[in-house]
């Protein structure tokens, strides 16, 4: 449950954006694809994750590559959770404007937001800073994470729920029809919008733009990361249970297949394949529709209170390494408070003058998510010293092992050209938007709320 819901949560909505721009056969073939090489990558970080007993995924690095390891593993494991911090204040945004009746959609049609333009909620940065200042608040009182298996369950229901909803919203509403001054990531949605079944078919220009494509491939990424979280969730258990860590990978990585393919292929087949990322961009609010912004709303305010607080759990390793998280007094909250304030105002940062989610998914899946899913743990195996992870992932036979380093080369060099295209691509769409206000509109409220 834990890994299930370190990936899912707040995922489902990108997959009708990924499978309408990939395809509704191509994409999940290709998701699968790539879930197939997460699930044996995860499956090697278990294995190694025992045979070095490590506890944490630093540790792991530690043990495979020393300190240069440390750096990589627990380097890209934080800098991830840093990241996903204005996509999570990006996703709730765009979920609380549409519930408050901006940019709302009726019968196919947009409705006519006038009489809410002066309001609070139509400049996303209100709600940006609001969203931040209550997760804040959280952060303060929660210190500690080691027990999160009851809110893992909660979390699970609520995704179940939330994919069922985003189905019957499928069924239940028509598709809304929108203009070429959409604030979507695709710009000009026309009557033309049927899905396909591979990449590049039909004539969709805007669908199936480069950096469109590649933004819908590290997708795969973004959604599917238990090696963030699994040699920590491993170190909770007995020492006897651990054997059993991998009959728990293959469970999580069937869930995500589930979610994601029941979440993603009814919306493009009734929709069409001109879909925005999010998807809730565009949903009504019908019951199932306001279901779905509320669980997403939910959901991605506990993952940002997750986040964030490991990041700032990291710093005050750091810079505060004998502080007590179970004193509560005025002095410890104090502290504690102060060096939880740069993660969150990096944050605000970032989702107000990169706000397009398409940009800041691209650089996260770039910079640190493939290095921590795909990168770094078959490069170490590649080139660790350790004789206990020769002898379990490499072999005792010599030629047995030289395959087994070449498989790895092989994999951590997927990982890395896949680096630099998602980042690319994620550049190239930060390039190409237009963040200048023109006419009456300001920057603050109609171009950063975009």
């Not at 996303?124 to 500690?144: K, M, P, T």
């Not at 759990?313 to 007094?329: A, C, E, H, K």
């Not at 005792?396 to 498989?407: A, G, P, S």
């Not at 080369?409 to 998602?422: P, Q």
Request: proline share 3%; hydrophobic share 50%.
């Amino acid at each position: 449950m834990i890994l299930t819901t370190w990936s899912t949560s707040s995922s489902n909505v990108l997959y009708p954006y990924c499978f309408g721009v990939l395809g509704a056969f191509f994409g999940p073939l290709l998701m699968l694809l790539a879930f197939f090489v997460s699930w044996k990558i995860t499956k090697w970080t278990v294995q190694a994750a025992i045979a070095t007993r490590s506890e944490t995924f630093g540790d792991l690095g530690s043990a495979l590559l020393g300190w240069y390891g440390r750096i990589l593993f627990e380097g890209s494991q934080i800098l991830f959770q840093q990241l996903f911090l204005p996509v999570a204040i990006i996703l709730v945004a765009g979920a609380c404007q549409s519930l408050g009746g901006i940019e709302k959609y009726e019968n196919g049609v947009p409705t006519d937001v006038s009489n809410t333009a002066d309001s609070f909620g139509a400049c996303n940065g209100n709600i940006v800073i609001l969203f931040v200042l209550i997760s804040w608040g959280l952060i303060q009182i929660s210190r500690e994470l080691e027990n999160v298996t009851a809110i893992a369950y909660v979390t699970c229901i609520l995704m179940v729920i939330m994919t069922l909803a985003m189905v019957i919203e499928a069924f239940t509403v028509t598709y809304p029809i929108l203009d070429a001054n959409s604030t979507n990531t695709i710009n000009t949605i026309t009557t033309n919008n049927k899905y396909e079944l591979f990449v590049g078919q039909g004539n969709h220009p805007e669908r199936y733009q480069w950096a469109n494509v590649f933004s819908a491939i590290g997708t795969f990424v973004y959604s599917c990361l238990p090696s963030c979280i699994v040699v920590e969730t491993m170190a909770t258990l007995k020492p006897s249970d651990r054997v059993h860590m991998g009959k728990v990978v293959d469970g999580s990585f069937v869930a995500y297949a589930v979610i994601y393919l029941a979440a993603g292929l009814p919306l493009i087949v009734q929709w069409g394949g001109d879909l925005p990322e999010p998807v809730t961009n565009v949903f009504d609010n019908s019951f199932a529709g306001v279901v779905v912004k509320l669980v997403l709303i939910a959901g991605t305010l506990l993952d940002f209170v997750l986040a964030s607080t490991t990041v700032n759990r990291f710093v005050m390793r750091w810079l505060v390494p004998n502080y007590n998280y179970q004193l509560w007094n005025v002095k410890n909250a104090k502290i504690w408070a102060l060096y939880s304030i740069p993660s969150s105002l990096l944050a605000v940062c970032m989702a107000l003058f990169i706000p397009k989610l398409q940009s800041l998914t691209g650089l996260l899946n770039s910079i640190a998510g493939a290095t921590l899913q795909i990168t770094a743990v078959p490069l170490g195996l590649a080139m660790t010293t350790n004789a206990e992870v020769i002898k379990v992932l490499l072999g005792d036979d010599e030629e047995v092992r030289k395959r087994n380093k070449q498989k790895y080369i092989c994999i951590a060099g997927y990982g890395i050209c896949f680096t630099a295209l998602i980042f690319i691509a994620a550049c190239y769409d930060i390039g190409t938007t237009n963040y200048v206000a023109k006419g009456n509109e300001t920057f603050w409220c109609d171009i950063v709320g975009a």
